[in-house]
């Protein structure tokens, strides 16, 4: 009796010690794909937040001439937008839209960083047919930019269109020193400091324009001011004088503190 007692016992124990085993292999077996589980909600996870952002992505929006052309005709409004032509330096030069700088569809990536403080604000990109000009807009929508219009082109809208260029603070100072700068801020502000080559008008007297200007028309003209509004009319009047190398700053004093000794010879 004592016999079966002890091999009843043996027994016993043998099969507690088979289901903790057997306990112990199902857990590890739960854990793997518990694991499994939560590394494929993980990925789906960061799937819907990569689905998320693209769906977030700006798009480009259009915007009418008639819509551009207020923006441009308005000297507060127009410092709200950046205009950009895509179309080639030739075509721009013949004729583009008020306050537009150039910067041509096929070079246009390779200079984004020249626009890189307009990232978050209003870019609005025009051609002559509104073709090119998207193409642009998506590079710049790919490319972080997130208020993008496309504007109507030149060839559909009848744009009032200016042969004067139009340039950024940047070039500016780079070309300062080789050109004739018309400043045309009051003649308190230019006292205060001015590029060495430059020489002060009033936008609103033509005269005081007329009295400054060299007789070789091709010379490299740059007007600025505070605003670039001022700056604007006194080279649309320069251009019309048959000069043919005129540029506008359209970054006044009131939007760059300008290192004048850049202009220096």
């Known amino acids: 009796m ?6 009843l016992a043996a ?25 499994s589980a ?24 259009e915007i009418k001439g008639d819509a551009i052309k207020k923006i441009v005709e308005d000297k507060k409004e127009k410092e709200n937008y950046l205009i950009i032509d895509v179309r080639s330096a030739e075509e721009y030069a013949k004729g583009h839209i008020n306050f537009a ?10 200079h984004l960083s020249e626009i890189e403080d ?16 998207g193409e642009a807009a998506d590079i710049l929508v790919s490319n972080g930019f ?3 219009f496309n504007g109507e082109g030149v060839k559909k809208f009848s744009y009032d269109l200016k042969t004067f260029g139009n340039i950024r603070a940047k070039e500016l100072m780079e070309k300062a020193k080789d050109a004739l700068v018309v400043d045309a801020r009051e003649a308190k502000d230019f006292e205060a ?18 009295a400054i200007l060299p007789d070789d028309k091709n010379t490299l003209i740059i007007t600025h001011c505070y605003s670039g509004n001022r700056s604007a009319v006194a080279a649309e009047y320069i251009a019309s004088k ?24």
């Open 2 to 7: 004592k016999k079966k007692s002890l091999a």
């Open 11 to 35: 027994f016993l124990a043998m099969g507690l010690s088979l289901t903790a085993c057997g306990n112990g292999g199902s857990t590890k077996t739960e854990t793997k794909q518990e694991t």
């Open 38 to 61: 939560a590394s494929e909600g993980s990925e789906k996870a960061e799937e819907k937040k990569d689905e998320k952002t693209d769906s977030a992505k700006a798009e480009v929006k």
């Open 101 to 110: 700088i150039n910067m041509p569809l096929d070079t246009i990536k390779d």
């Open 118 to 133: 307009w990232k978050d604000k209003n870019v609005i990109l025009y051609c002559n047919s509104g073709k090119m000009s």
């Open 146 to 148: 997130t208020k993008v």
């Open 193 to 210: 400091g001015h590029f060495a080559t430059a020489v002060n008008v009033n936008s609103e007297d033509p005269a005081t324009i007329d």
């Open 242 to 265: 048959g000069y043919t190398n005129v540029w506008n700053c359209l970054d006044g004093t009131k939007e760059v503190e300008y290192d004048f000794s850049k202009g220096d010879k």
